[in-house]
């Protein structure tokens, strides 16, 4: 298993690791295709400069799917969508494949929750995030100290689980689909992600990615999914 993985449970009761529905299963096998980016590499600056967009698009995220398009022929991989590769390689304790699948994944999620933003979140999420975390700005604080709170490399993410938004840092290529909970938003806090940037402010860098550029609009529409 991924003895490095790390959770936090931001609202009381560990998330339950066991495996539930797994909604977004789509069919694809290998070759693994990576998704156009779906904006200018610019569009995300001054937040994300297209410098560092460019570096992590077109190396980072691609090398994951480099990777992971090596280790897959031959191998009962090769014929799973890219969400049950994930799973199969997390119950198989096969690390290589967990964490190149996890990271193409992972960085999918991470650029198409900005497409179309930054929007208000809608009604639905609002009620969430006031039930669960008493309004937005309580959530994102939330989450920009789990964010900061990882240790070394890894994600924060919003999920839902059984009803409920919980905030939780995943190590490396802690990934959602693995952990059985719904993905809302995810922020990549490898120093990758932001050192360009924002050097050793990551803090800052999560909160001004939650301020100024998520589509909280669409991430509202991800509940109840
Ligand atoms: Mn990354």
């Known amino acids: 298993m991924l003895n490095r993985r790390t959770l936090f449970a931001a609202t009381g009761t560990m998330l339950a690791a066991a495996a539930v529905g797994r909604p977004h299963i789509a069919?694809?096998?290998a070759p693994f295709a990576q998704p156009a980016l779906p904006y200018a590499e610019g569009a995300l600056a001054p937040t994300i400069s297209a410098r560092t967009v460019a570096l992590h698009f077109h190396k980072h995220h691609k090398g994951y799917f480099d990777k992971l398009n090596g280790l897959v022929p031959g191998t009962p991989y090769a014929d799973l969508s890219l969400e049950e590769v994930i799973v199969r390689a997390k119950d198989q304790s096969e690390a290589a494949i967990f964490n190149n699948a996890g990271q193409a994944w992972n960085h999918n999620f991470y650029w198409a929750q900005f497409a179309g933003g930054p929007t208000p979140p809608a009604k639905a999420l609002l009620e969430a995030a006031e039930r669960d975390f008493g309004g937005i700005e309580p959530l994102k604080a939330r989450m920009v100290e789990i964010g900061d709170g990882v240790f070394g490399t890894g994600w924060v993410w919003l999920v839902e689980d059984d009803g409920k938004l919980h905030v939780i840092g995943l190590a490396d290529a802690g990934n959602p689909i693995a952990e059985g909970v719904t993905p809302v938003v995810g922020i990549d806090v490898w120093e990758h992600a932001y050192y360009l940037d924002w050097e050793n402010r990551r803090a800052a860098h999560i909160k001004a990615l939650l301020?100024?550029?998520?589509?909280?609009?669409?991430?509202?529409?991800?509940?109840?999914?």
Do not use: K, P, Y
């Open 211 to 225: 301020d100024e550029r998520v589509n909280w609009a669409a991430a509202g529409e991800r509940l109840g999914a």
């Open 27 to 29: 069919r694809a096998a």
